[in-house]
C-alpha cells in the first residue's frame, strides 16, 4: 500500500471468526509496537500498518508482522463488553422505517423488533470518528443504501444497509437506511478514550420513548 504502509489480508470474506484474527493480531502489534510503526487501521478483515520508512523498511516490517502473527498469545485478546444502546424507532427520529418496512413487507413494529433481536458484534470503528459498523443484522430487514444519500445524518441516528448496522458518532452526509436515534454519545474528544465503542465489543439495542430519550444526560 504505497511505500510507508502493508496491508495485512487475513481472510477473503466477512465473518466474526476472520475478524477476530485481525483484532487479535491488531491487539498483538499495538501491545508491543515495533519502533517506526506509526499506526494501526484494523478493519473487517484486514489491517492496515503504516511506518515510517525512514525507521523501519517494508521488508523487515513484513518480517516482523508474520513472527509475530506466528507467535500469537490469543489469551492477550480482552473479553468483549457489551454495551447496551437506547433507541427511539420510526416517526422524525427514523424517517425510513416505514420504508424499509415496506420493502420487506413487515410491519414498523416487525422491524424494530427484528432489529432489536441480535447481540451485534463492533467489526470496526471508520467512516468519522466513533462510528461503528454492526454485524450481522438478521436476513429479514436487510436492506440496500438509499438511492441518494443525505447530505446531513443527525449525530445519534442509527441506520441499517445491507446486513450491518451503525450509529452515525457525528453530524455527517449518510446513505444508511435511518431507522432510529440514540441519545448515547459514541464519541467525545474530551474523554480519555473518545470513542465509546472499539472493536470487538458487542451491542445490544433497546427501545425508549422519544421523552425519554430528551430527557437523557447528555
Same mark, same amino acid.
Given at each position: 500500500m504505497g511505500d510507508r504502509s502493508l496491508l495485512v489480508e487475513l481472510g477473503d470474506t466477512i465473518s466474526s471468526n476472520v475478524n477476530q484474527s485481525v483484532q487479535e493480531l491488531f491487539t498483538a502489534l499495538d501491545s508491543q509496537l515495533p519502533a517506526g510503526v506509526v499506526e494501526l487501521v484494523?478493519?473487517?478483515?484486514? @489491517?492496515?500498518?503504516i511506518c515510517d520508512p525512514l525507521i523501519l523498511r517494508l521488508t523487515d516490517l513484513e518480517g516482523l508482522i508474520i513472527e509475530i502473527h506466528d507467535n500469537l498469545d490469543r489469551s492477550q485478546l480482552p473479553q468483549p463488553r457489551t454495551v447496551e444502546i437506547p433507541v427511539v424507532y420510526g416517526d422524525r427520529y427514523g424517517p425510513d422505517l416505514?420504508?424499509?418496512?415496506?420493502?420487506? $413487507? @413487515?410491519? #414498523? *413494529? *416487525?422491524? /424494530?423488533?427484528?432489529? /432489536?433481536?441480535?447481540?451485534?458484534?463492533?467489526?470496526? /470503528?471508520?467512516?468519522? #470518528? $466513533?462510528? #461503528?459498523? @454492526?454485524?450481522e443484522l438478521p436476513e429479514e430487514i436487510a436492506t440496500p443504501r438509499r438511492k441518494t444519500p443525505r447530505t446531513r445524518v443527525p449525530r445519534g441516528s442509527v $441506520? /441499517?444497509?445491507?446486513?450491518?448496522? !451503525?450509529?452515525?458518532?457525528?453530524?455527517?452526509? $449518510? !446513505?444508511w437506511q435511518i431507522i432510529g436515534w440514540t441519545p448515547v454519545k459514541l464519541f467525545d474528544p474530551g474523554r480519555k478514550v473518545p470513542s465509546l465503542l472499539v472493536m470487538g465489543d458487542r451491542v445490544r439495542f433497546y427501545t425508549i420513548a422519544a421523552g425519554e430519550a430528551e430527557k437523557w444526560p447528555s
Open positions: 484494523p478493519a473487517y478483515r484486514s @489491517l492496515l500498518v416505514s420504508d424499509v418496512a415496506k420493502f420487506h $413487507g @413487515l410491519t #414498523p *413494529e *416487525e422491524v /424494530i423488533d427484528l432489529h /432489536i433481536r441480535p447481540t451485534y458484534r463492533v467489526y470496526m /470503528i471508520g467512516f468519522t #470518528p $466513533g462510528y #461503528p459498523y @454492526l454485524g $441506520g /441499517i444497509a445491507q446486513k450491518q448496522s !451503525g450509529i452515525y458518532s457525528v453530524d455527517s452526509p $449518510g !446513505g
